[in-house]
């Protein structure tokens, strides 16, 4: 079966300092990628996605880049945090780009910029 | 463009109450529509979903029937439990474009002994 993993699951930084947030899938091959964001109170945004090693798309401009180095593996990054970056990001993936795939989501990490 | 509806929480219910939470879209084509759920500090996990118009979704006693004529798919249970305490999403997704998940904002469902 499938599984997807992402981590920290928390973490706590300092305004400006850099961010890494890594998720893999498992048990399945060249899925689409995602990361979400939900912001306190608010619901959930796509950041990023990406349909191949290498191959990323923005959602939204901002602060946060991705990276696919590896077909199973996104990555989640910004170069100097802001407070406005803090929240729940979710990585999630699905086996299609058609409508009837379930889009499957990771445990989350907890970011909060202090 | 493509959108979610979904009524604003929080929902408070008593234990073995009925449960509705409405939500509706605005979509072009033929979308796939789900339901999600999220359990305190933890990530979303699918609940159910249908893929055509009259399909019916059901999970856990959870029910929710793809209706194209008004555009909706409310979420319904006979009988709420104090552990369905938690956040649905009502979701869209349609092919072409960036194939991506659309939300609508979530409802906070409390369920009380």
């Known amino acids: 079966s499938q599984t997807i993993h992402q981590w920290p699951a928390t973490l706590v930084q300092p305004v400006g300092s850099p961010l890494s947030l890594e998720c893999t899938v498992e048990g399945t091959s060249n899925p689409n990628l995602y990361w979400y964001r939900q912001a306190a109170g608010r619901g959930l945004q796509l950041l990023f996605y990406s349909v191949g090693i290498g191959q990323i798309s923005s959602e939204v401009p901002q602060n946060l880049s991705a990276s696919r180095p590896q077909d199973r593996q996104f990555i989640l990054s910004s170069k100097k945090l802001l407070l406005s970056d803090s929240g729940f990001y979710l990585c999630a993936w699905s086996a299609g780009r058609f409508s009837v795939d379930t889009i499957y989501f990771g445990e989350g990490s907890w970011l909060t910029v202090v | 463009g493509n959108s979610v509806t979904q009524m604003e929480g929080p929902v408070t219910l008593s234990e073995e109450a009925f449960l509705t939470i409405n939500c509706t879209y605005t979509?072009?084509?033929?979308?796939?529509l789900f339901w999600y759920v999220q359990y305190p500090g933890e990530g979303l996990q699918l609940l159910l979903k249908?893929?055509?118009?009259?399909d019916k979704g059901s999970n856990k006693g959870f029910e929710a029937t793809y209706r194209k004529e008004t555009t909706s798919f409310h979420l319904e249970k006979g009988s709420v439990q104090v552990s369905d305490s938690a956040v649905y999403f009502c979701a869209l997704r349609r092919i072409g474009g960036t194939d991506k998940l659309i939300f609508g904002t979530g409802t906070r469902l409390q369920v009380f002994p």
């Open positions: 249908a893929t055509k118009a009259d």
């Open positions: 979509a072009t084509g033929y979308p796939s």
